[in-house]
């Protein structure tokens, strides 16, 4: 018998969803039947926000979209109080917007490492703090998106990489203070088909034969999709995941392929 996750009657807020894991992640849950709440920094009229709806428009859920900064706690305040009032509630927040901070130990500026920690960790502390009340009652679950970097990390990868690692903490920290009412689960994905890390391979990987020998140590012989990672996550949000909880689970797409010493 086949595996069916039906989240029809489900209610999923997924952050960053303008492009790249967001996007993937948005499409995966609405193709389990969730009705889908998107949010991003660009405002809802503007050509990346109405592209986002016109992709979803394909599946037979609910989209909508908020403009929603995650580095302005403002913004986020107005996102969860614009939630509540259309909404009432939520079944499931999957916390995935962040950026990339790779200027390295010594280079990383003041105004890099607030940055940093902002986004890349700072916000979703906040958006699951403020979400609670939406999830509660509702065997809600949190989804915080890490990444390989909380396992293993390459110079020049600073303050990126202690973000992450401190996104782990936090999970086991979710789970233990909203638990067991609303799950909390990290994802840490390693390289995965965005523009973003094509470029970042390519620009250490130049050759067609330091490409394969690269091919040849992954263990899987290709990067990940986001489809893929929006697969975890309806997997994670379903009844067969009813037993995940503080955990970060490590996607690994090429991490023993990079991310090594020799």
Same mark, same amino acid.
């Given at each position: 018998? $086949? ?8 209610? *999923? ?13 948005? =499409? ?25 709806? $016109? ?11 908020? =403009? ?27 916390? /995935? ?13 003041? =105004? ?7 986004? /890349?960790?700072? *916000?979703?502390?906040?958006?699951? =703090? ?15 998106? #890490?990444?390989?970097?909380?396992? #293993? ?5 600073? &303050? ?5 690692? *401190? ?7 979710? #789970? ?42 992954? &263990? ?23 037993? *995940? ?18």
């Amino acid at each position: 018998m $086949a595996l069916t996750i039906d989240l029809k009657g489900k209610i *999923a807020l997924v952050t960053g969803v303008t492009s790249g894991i967001g996007l993937g992640i948005a =499409k995966m849950m609405a193709k389990a039947g969730c009705t889908v709440i998107g949010c991003a920094e660009q405002s809802e009229t503007s050509d990346v926000a109405q592209q986002f709806l $016109a992709e979803m428009e394909s599946f037979d859920a609910h989209t909508d979209y908020f =403009k929603a900064d995650m580095v302005v706690t403002e913004e986020i305040d107005g996102l969860v109080s614009d939630i509540t009032g259309d909404y009432g509630r939520l079944d499931i927040l999957v916390s /995935n917007a962040g950026q990339n901070v790779f200027t390295g130990l010594e280079n990383t500026t003041e =105004k890099d490492w607030k940055f940093n920690l902002d986004l /890349n960790l700072s *916000a979703h502390w906040r958006l699951a =703090k403020r979400c609670k009340s939406l999830l509660d009652g509702n065997n809600g679950v949190i989804i915080v998106m #890490a990444s390989n970097h909380a396992f #293993a990390s390459i110079s020049g990868c600073a &303050p990126y990489n202690m973000a992450k690692t *401190a996104l782990t903490g936090l999970v086991r920290s979710l #789970a233990i203070e909203t638990g067991p009412g609303i799950r909390t689960i990290g994802i840490a994905p390693a390289f995965t088909d965005t523009s973003g890390n094509q470029q970042w391979l390519n620009s250490f990987i130049r050759t067609k034969e330091e490409r394969q020998q690269t091919i040849d140590l992954h &263990p899987v012989k290709k990067l990940g999709t986001v489809e893929e990672i929006g697969g975890w996550c309806v997997f994670l949000s379903s009844k067969y995941a009813g037993f *995940a909880s503080g955990t970060t689970y490590l996607i690994d797409s090429g991490r023993n392929a990079v991310l090594q010493d020799n």
